[in-house]
C-alpha cells in the first residue's frame, strides 16, 4: 500500500518530514556539486528565518466579480424537475460513451468459450443503447432505497420482495448482464463530469480542497488507509469542493507513478503541492479563499497561491519547511496566542486542548469570540473559525451520497468508481 496517510489537524511534530533526508555532511563520496546546492539551501533557510517578524502588513484584498455565494448559470423555472439538473450534468454524450463501452466489453467477454450445457446454453450478449442504459442507471438508484437480500430478490414476483417498478423496466437477467458488462474509462468520464459540472454552476468566493475515501477492501496496488474517515480502506479521491459540498474538481490518487506525471502542467514542489496547484489551476486570479488542512499547507505554497490572487487558511504541521521556529518551539498555556509574519503570510500557534497551528493569508492573527452549539462562548483565532466554519464539505458530499448509495459489493474496483462517480452526479 503506497504511503499516503492523512493525518490529523492538530500538531504533527513527533513526525518526520517527508522531505527530511538526514544530515548531508555525513554522506559518502559527497561531490562538490552537491555541497555547494546544500550551503545555499542552508542559507536560503537562513535568510527566510530572518524574515519572520511580529510587524501587522495590511490584507491585500483582490477583486471577486461573480456572486460570493456562487451561481447557477443553466435556466431553471418553477416548473423544471430534479431530471432536467441532471441531465444538464449526465448529458446524452456521456451516456453514449458509457454504452459504447459497455457494448465493447460485452462483447468481447460474452465471445469468449465457456463450458455449457443443454440446461445452461451459451448465452448471446446484445448491445444496448442509452434509453435502456438510463433505465438500469435508474434501476441501480431505486435499488439503493429498496434493500434486497440478492439482486434477484428485486426482479422477483414473491410477495415478500415484489415491486412493481423492477420487473416492469427490464428482466432480473438482463439487468445482471449490463451490472456485469458495464463499462467505461474512467479518467474519461471524470473528465466529461467535471467540464460539466463547472459549466451549470460558478462558484463563490470559498472553496475546500481535500481527500475522500470510497471504500473498497479488494486487493488493489493503489488502495489507501486514511485513520479518521470511515471507510478507512478504499480508493482515494482528492477533491475541489464549494462551502456547501459541490464538486468543482477532482482526481483519483492512483499510486506513485501518478505523483511524478502530475507535473505535466509545469507545478513545481512537493507531491501534495502539485495536487493543489493542479485542482486549483482554473480558479487561480479570480480572487478565491481557499481552505485545507495540514496535509496540504506550507509556507511555499501559501506564498504561491497569493501571488495568484488566492487566499490560503488552514491548519499547518509544524515539521514543515520554512516555519517560524519561535512560533513552533513556543510553550503556551491555554487560550494564548503567537504569531509571526513572513511577506503577507501569518503563521500562528494557539494553545486549545493541545496546540493548533496555523497558516494564513486572508486575516490578521487575532482572538474572536465564538460560540459552540451548545451556545458556549470561547476566544480562538479568527482563521481557526473561518477554516472550521468552511472545511468538513467533502465529508459532508460523503454524507450525501452515502444515504442513498448505488454502491453494491465487487471485485472490480472501477465500477465502484463509476457508481460513485453517477452518486456524484445525483
Same mark, same amino acid.
Given at each position: 500500500?503506497?504511503?499516503?496517510?492523512?493525518?490529523?489537524?492538530?500538531?504533527?511534530?513527533? /513526525? !518526520?518530514?517527508?522531505? @527530511?533526508?538526514? +544530515?548531508?555532511?555525513?554522506? =559518502?563520496? #559527497?561531490? *562538490?556539486?552537491?555541497?555547494?546546492?546544500?550551503?545555499?539551501?542552508?542559507?536560503?533557510?537562513?535568510?527566510?528565518?530572518?524574515?519572520?517578524?511580529?510587524?501587522?502588513?495590511?490584507?491585500?484584498?483582490?477583486?471577486?466579480?461573480?456572486?460570493?455565494?456562487?451561481?447557477?448559470?443553466?435556466?431553471?423555472?418553477? /416548473? !423544471?424537475?430534479?431530471? @432536467?439538473?441532471? +441531465?444538464?450534468?449526465?448529458? =446524452?454524450? #456521456?451516456? *453514449?460513451?458509457?454504452?459504447?463501452?459497455?457494448?465493447?466489453?460485452?462483447?468481447?467477454?460474452?465471445?469468449?468459450?465457456?463450458?455449457?450445457?443443454?440446461?445452461?446454453?451459451?448465452?448471446?450478449?446484445?448491445?444496448?443503447?442509452?434509453?435502456?442504459?438510463?433505465?438500469?442507471?435508474?434501476?441501480?438508484?431505486?435499488?439503493?432505497?429498496?434493500?434486497?437480500?440478492?439482486?434477484?430478490?428485486?426482479?422477483?414476483?414473491?410477495?415478500?420482495?415484489?415491486?412493481?417498478?423492477?420487473?416492469?423496466?427490464?428482466?432480473?437477467?438482463?439487468?445482471?448482464?449490463?451490472?456485469?458488462?458495464?463499462?467505461?474509462?474512467?479518467?474519461?468520464?471524470?473528465?466529461?463530469?467535471?467540464?460539466?459540472?463547472?459549466?451549470?454552476?460558478?462558484?463563490?468566493?470559498?472553496?475546500?480542497?481535500?481527500?475522500?475515501?470510497?471504500?473498497?477492501?479488494?486487493?488493489?496496488?493503489?488502495?489507501?488507509?486514511?485513520?479518521?474517515?470511515?471507510?478507512?480502506?478504499?480508493?482515494?479521491?482528492?477533491?475541489?469542493?464549494?462551502?456547501?459540498?459541490?464538486?468543482?474538481?477532482?482526481?483519483?490518487?492512483?499510486?506513485?507513478?501518478?505523483?511524478?506525471?502530475?507535473?505535466?502542467?509545469?507545478?513545481?514542489?512537493?507531491?501534495?503541492?502539485?495536487?493543489?496547484?493542479?485542482?486549483?489551476?482554473?480558479?487561480?486570479?479570480?480572487?478565491?479563499?481557499?481552505?485545507?488542512?495540514?496535509?496540504?499547507?506550507?509556507?511555499?505554497?501559501?506564498?504561491?497561491?497569493?501571488?495568484?490572487?488566492?487566499?490560503?487558511?488552514?491548519?499547518?504541521?509544524?515539521?514543515?519547511?520554512?516555519?517560524?521556529?519561535?512560533?513552533?518551539?513556543?510553550?503556551?498555556?491555554?487560550?494564548?496566542?503567537?504569531?509571526?509574519?513572513?511577506?503577507?503570510?501569518?503563521?500562528?500557534?494557539?494553545?486549545?486542548?493541545?496546540?493548533?497551528?496555523?497558516?494564513?493569508?486572508?486575516?490578521?492573527?487575532?482572538?474572536?469570540?465564538?460560540?459552540?452549539?451548545?451556545?458556549?462562548?470561547?476566544?480562538?483565532?479568527?482563521?481557526?473559525?473561518?477554516?472550521?466554519?468552511?472545511?468538513?464539505?467533502?465529508?459532508?458530499?460523503?454524507?450525501?451520497?452515502?444515504?442513498?448509495?448505488?454502491?453494491?459489493?465487487?471485485?472490480?474496483?472501477?465500477?465502484?468508481?463509476?457508481?460513485?462517480?453517477?452518486?456524484?452526479?445525483?
Amino acid at each position: 500500500i503506497p504511503d499516503f496517510s492523512d493525518e490529523s489537524d492538530y500538531d504533527a511534530s513527533d /513526525e !518526520s518530514d517527508e522531505s @527530511d533526508s538526514g +544530515d548531508p555532511f555525513y554522506e =559518502e563520496n #559527497i561531490t *562538490e556539486n552537491e555541497l555547494y546546492m546544500y550551503e545555499n539551501s542552508d542559507r536560503e533557510n537562513s535568510d527566510l528565518e530572518k524574515n519572520w517578524s511580529s510587524d501587522i502588513m495590511p490584507i491585500r484584498q483582490f477583486p471577486f466579480t461573480t456572486d460570493p455565494e456562487g451561481t447557477v448559470t443553466i435556466n431553471i423555472t418553477s /416548473e !423544471s424537475i430534479p431530471r @432536467d439538473v441532471f +441531465d444538464k450534468v449526465f448529458t =446524452e454524450d #456521456i451516456i *453514449e460513451m458509457i454504452v459504447n463501452a459497455t457494448n465493447e466489453y460485452g462483447r468481447k467477454l460474452y465471445a469468449k468459450p465457456v463450458p455449457h450445457t443443454r440446461k445452461s446454453p451459451k448465452v448471446i450478449f446484445q448491445d444496448t443503447n442509452a434509453e435502456e442504459m438510463c433505465k438500469f442507471f435508474g434501476l441501480s438508484l431505486l435499488m439503493a432505497q429498496c434493500k434486497f437480500p440478492t439482486i434477484r430478490n428485486a426482479f422477483s414476483k414473491h410477495p415478500l420482495y415484489f415491486h412493481p417498478i423492477f420487473p416492469a423496466t427490464m428482466s432480473g437477467r438482463r439487468y445482471q448482464m449490463l451490472l456485469r458488462t458495464f463499462n467505461c474509462h474512467v479518467n474519461r468520464l471524470v473528465n466529461a463530469l467535471i467540464k460539466n459540472f463547472n459549466d451549470v454552476y460558478t462558484p463563490g468566493k470559498n472553496l475546500s480542497l481535500d481527500e475522500s475515501l470510497l471504500l473498497f477492501r479488494g486487493r488493489l496496488s493503489f488502495r489507501q488507509y486514511i485513520k479518521n474517515k470511515s471507510a478507512k480502506y478504499g480508493i482515494k479521491f482528492y477533491e475541489l469542493t464549494t462551502n456547501d459540498g459541490y464538486v468543482l474538481n477532482l482526481t483519483i490518487y492512483q499510486g506513485k507513478d501518478q505523483e511524478n506525471n502530475t507535473n505535466s502542467g509545469g507545478e513545481s514542489g512537493g507531491k501534495t503541492e502539485k495536487i493543489v496547484q493542479t485542482l486549483i489551476k482554473p480558479y487561480l486570479n479570480q480572487g478565491h479563499n481557499l481552505f485545507m488542512d495540514n496535509f496540504y499547507n506550507s509556507f511555499n505554497l501559501s506564498t504561491y497561491l497569493l501571488s495568484k490572487q488566492t487566499h490560503v487558511t488552514g491548519t499547518l504541521r509544524s515539521n514543515r519547511k520554512h516555519n517560524p521556529k519561535d512560533v513552533i518551539q513556543a510553550k503556551l498555556k491555554k487560550g494564548e496566542i503567537i504569531w509571526r509574519r513572513n511577506g503577507e503570510v501569518y503563521v500562528t500557534k494557539w494553545k486549545d486542548k493541545r496546540d493548533v497551528l496555523s497558516i494564513t493569508s486572508a486575516h490578521h492573527p487575532q482572538l474572536v469570540e465564538t460560540s459552540n452549539r451548545f451556545g458556549e462562548k470561547k476566544m480562538k483565532p479568527k482563521d481557526i473559525d473561518d477554516y472550521n466554519n468552511n472545511m468538513g464539505e467533502i465529508d459532508r458530499l460523503d454524507q450525501m451520497t452515502a444515504y442513498y448509495s448505488s454502491l453494491r459489493k465487487t471485485i472490480r474496483w472501477y465500477k465502484k468508481v463509476l457508481f460513485h462517480l453517477l452518486d456524484m452526479a445525483v
